[in-house]
Nanobody, 118 residues
């Protein structure tokens, strides 16, 4: 059974930091690109960043230099380190596992709430 379980969300003041984690099970984690998305009510889900199976990363322009994605294949875990948080970073953050090829496999976690407010 495939599972992605996010944790680490919460309330933080502007300028603060949070570290989100996503623990995966039920598939070969090391073969998947791991994405983070976020969503606020009334808006479409927004891609935040990715770490590919080879460790390469890419980020949404508005989070470059503030957010860092890392992965630990031995622990089937991906992290999103968020620094210098802004109110616009508020949303539900989702972990996504993607493997595209002859067949595409696409899995989602349940999300974790991040609120940036004073």
């Amino acid at each position: 059974q495939v599972q992605l379980v996010e944790s680490g969300g919460g309330l933080v003041q502007p300028g603060g930091s949070l570290r989100l984690s996503c623990v995966a099970s039920g598939f070969r984690f090391s073969l998947y690109a791991m994405n983070w998305y976020r969503q606020v009510p009334g808006k479409e889900r927004e891609w935040v960043g990715v770490i590919n199976d080879n460790g390469d990363t890419n980020y949404l322009d508005s989070v470059k230099g503030r957010f860092t994605i890392s992965r630990d294949n031995a622990k089937n875990t991906v992290h999103l380190q968020m620094n210098s948080l802004k109110p616009d970073d508020t949303g539900v953050y989702y972990c996504n596992a993607l493997r595209a090829g002859e067949l595409t496999y696409n899995y989602w976690g349940q999300g974790t709430q991040v609120t940036v407010s004073s």
